[in-house]
DNA sequence: CATGATTCAGTTGTGCGCAATTGAATTGTG
DNA sequence: CACAATTCAATTGCGCACAACTGAATCATG
């Protein structure tokens, strides 16, 4: 009933939606804005964003099946599947039942895919120039991230728990 | 010529494909991780994320026309229309044209929305809880984002001038 | 006052993200 | 071998993000 209340060493629960609003909002800008400067730097490759991150796994670990690279980019087939045929369209990937099992589909690079991969080499130089940030930051950030994803992945299991 | 190159201080060519990927692949799967929290505990109070940082806003600042909300939350109109006509249809917010400048579209709070603004105050604590960071780690990680966030918009419009 | 530039919200089209479902292939069990 | 459960990719439906465009209202200039 006062207002007399000392300034506490917990924000006031008036703040919480505050602060909040300022912590989810700053990664969901962050990611934007980290999307937008990938979005000009790989039009000249004429790959969208998640599409260059199937390009990085396709590169890095070679021919694979759809499931296994939703699982590297925690991406499901809902999504793989039509950016997966873009880039098919697009001449960079090949895809094809596999014949030790008819339900998967194998992914590999065409030529051209692989090709690509030289000209995708500048762009990490390009992305670490426009943070500002040195390897250390860059890779402290990564760390702290990680443990971001992995604490609220963990979450949402114990959250959603289709009971059982 | 030869493949006796001493390991470098920087990282080979070769690694930066692989350093970049989880770089940008870490604040990708972060966003989404925090997406993913975040759509569980606003499904009960019938909200999307994007959704609720719009009624973050109201709620702070209240009515606004649809320019300074989308400049705030640096979405544009493509984005904020019909995301506002679904507030509208869920009775949250309510939508007129300004009597100053009929070009303008005030938004502002319902009574109902403004009511959710109680059942919205428990989301943060929760969302705290979940990525198990304390204030300190979770202001340090904002501070960061939020200069990761001006450096790369500052390097999208010095990489996309459209000349002029 | 007239006209040309600017400022708005809205619409369209493309692509991502995810839940839910479908249907075929495979595996496990009797 | 037969049948049920599981594992896949693919599809559908909805919402967000963004570029490009439309059209109305406003402002600036002469």
Redesign the interface.
């Known amino acids: 009933m006062t207002t007399e209340v000392p300034p506490a060493a917990a924000p006031d629960?008036e703040d919480?939606?505050?602060?909040?609003?300022?912590?989810?909002?700053?990664?969901?800008?962050?990611?934007?804005?980290?999307n937008?400067?990938?979005r000009?730097?790989l039009k000249e490759l004429g790959l969208t964003?998640p599409q260059y991150?199937v390009m990085?796994?396709l590169?890095?670990h070679g021919e694979q099946p759809v499931k296994r690279l939703g699982a590297r980019?925690?991406l499901d087939s809902g999504t793989l599947s039509p950016l997966l045929k873009r880039l098919e369209a697009a001449g960079l990937v090949h895809r094809e039942r596999s014949a030790h099992d008819e339900r998967s589909v194998e992914v590999r690079l065409t030529d051209e895919g692989t090709a690509l991969?030289a000209r995708?080499?500048q762009?990490?130089?390009r992305?670490m120039?426009?943070?500002?940030?040195t390897l250390e930051?860059?890779a402290a950030?990564?760390t702290?991230?990680?443990r971001?994803?992995t604490?609220?992945?963990k979450?949402?299991l114990e959250?959603?728990p289709a009971c059982d």
């Open positions: 629960e919480w939606l505050r602060l909040d609003g300022q912590v989810c909002f700053s990664l969901h800008a962050a990611s934007r804005a980290f937008g400067v990938y000009v730097l964003y991150l990085l796994v590169w890095e980019l925690r991969r995708a080499l762009v990490p130089r992305i120039a426009a943070t500002g940030f930051e860059i950030l990564r702290t991230l990680n971001l994803t604490a609220l992945d979450a949402a959250t959603t």
